[in-house]
């Protein structure tokens, strides 16, 4: 029987996302990275992303794309490569998307990564007009020099205290995405973090409110020292408190004989820049993994964030795996034949 490609809206066939992660689990344990990212995933169940289906009729998918919002992933079943199958879901990919909009301009900017060492999804994309543009590097920290690492780590500044998130608590998931829209304002994919989709990642089976940790200027004081101001809606919770000038999130992945500990995603509000939270928080995330006795121990880093890479080489981090993103700019291009594959994103706003 035929491969057939089929495109699906996961809002009215969601079980289309389960086989998307049921083909990214086998695909990881192969690799030894995820191929999609977290948000690309979320947006697909939301119906903000696409999701391409590449199988033949009763048999698992063998490729699986995300498609939408300026990106594309895409993923070939490991016993399913080499047979040109990323070549062929990545040309359904690029003819699905308009080859102009409705002002006659080219097609819009798209995105997608290469992760790791892998010339032939690097071929597939290069192929097909894009271009590397940007790096992302997965850093490991080895878990026997964890004690070390919190021995070195900066405390709290005084007049800051830090506390776990409470999921009952509306307002603490409103005043995480203020703060993480605003740590990462010139960042596009973790910046434009939506209330909606804050809810969805706690609703993941990982989430642990416990290993998101809140941390609270219980004086309001900015990096100036002057005294924060709030919104009206803002004073009560101010008073309970304290207002809210960071956060650290853990995401812990346990499977049968290892425990794996990444640093999801740490931000600052830019008003308390230079008071060294970032550092603190960074201790308080190691203190918390160590609760978890880590087998591994990772976190994502854009090669760019000169700050953040700093900050986590002094803590005893290196280099585990670099990751690749490719552009396409607006207009149409070919594909040739090819190989499989191609996101994780820096999520240190600090």
């Known amino acids: ?9 996961a809002r009215t066939h969601p079980a289309a996302v389960d086989a998307v992660r049921e083909l990214l689990a086998e695909a990881e344990r192969a690799d030894g990275f995820p191929s999609v990212s977290d ?15 590449a199988a033949v009729a009763g048999a698992p998918a063998a490729a699986a794309g995300i498609l939408g919002e300026g990106e594309l992933d895409l993923v070939v079943r490991p016993a399913e490569r080499g047979r040109g199958l990323g070549t062929r879901l990545l040309g359904t990919m690029l003819d699905a998307i308009p080859t102009a909009d409705s002002n006659g301009a ?4 798209l995105r997608a990564w290469a992760h790791g060492e892998n010339p032939a999804a690097e071929a597939l994309l290069s192929r097909a007009g894009f271009a590397p543009v940007r790096s992302l590097y997965r850093l490991a920290l080895d878990p026997a020099a964890l004690p070390g690492a919190i021995d070195a780590a900066r405390e709290l500044p005084e007049g800051f205290a830090v506390q776990a998130f409470d999921p009952r608590d509306d307002e603490q998931a409103e005043r995480w995405v203020r703060v993480n829209a605003a740590a990462f304002a010139s960042h596009p994919e973790q910046g434009a973090v939506t209330l909606e989709d804050f809810a969805a990642t706690t609703r993941e089976a990982w989430f642990d409110p416990e290993d998101l940790l809140l941390a609270f200027d ?11 101001s709030s919104g009206a ?19 812990t992945i346990r499977t049968p004989g290892h425990t794996e500990t990444e640093l999801y995603v ?38 760019d964030n000169g700050t953040a890479r700093g900050l986590y080489d002094r803590a005893g981090f290196t280099v585990d795996q670099r990751s690749t993103q490719w552009l396409r700019a607006g207009g149409d291009a070919g594909i040739g034949a090819g190989g499989d594959e191609p996101g994780r994103q820096d999520r240190t706003g600090a």
């Not at 948000?39 to 289906?53: I, K, M, N, T």
């Not at 080219?106 to 900017?109: F, L």
């Not at 219980?218 to 924060?228: M, P």
Request: without cysteine; negative net charge.
């Open 218 to 228: 219980t004086g309001a004081t900015t990096s100036s020292g002057e005294r924060r």
């Open 39 to 53: 948000q690309a995933l979320l947006a697909a169940g939301q119906g903000r992303r696409e999701v391409l289906l």
């Open 266 to 303: 740490l931000g600052v509000d830019p008003a308390y820049a230079g008071r060294g939270l970032g550092a603190a928080l960074l201790g308080e995330t190691l203190r918390r993994m160590a609760a978890h006795a880590p087998d591994r121990i990772t976190l994502y880093v854009d090669g």
């Open 1 to 9: 029987m035929s491969l057939e490609i089929h495109r699906i809206d």
């Open 233 to 251: 809606d803002d004073e009560d919770d101010d008073r309970r408190h304290g207002r809210l000038a960071g956060y650290t999130w853990i995401k």
């Open 106 to 109: 080219g097609t819009a900017e």
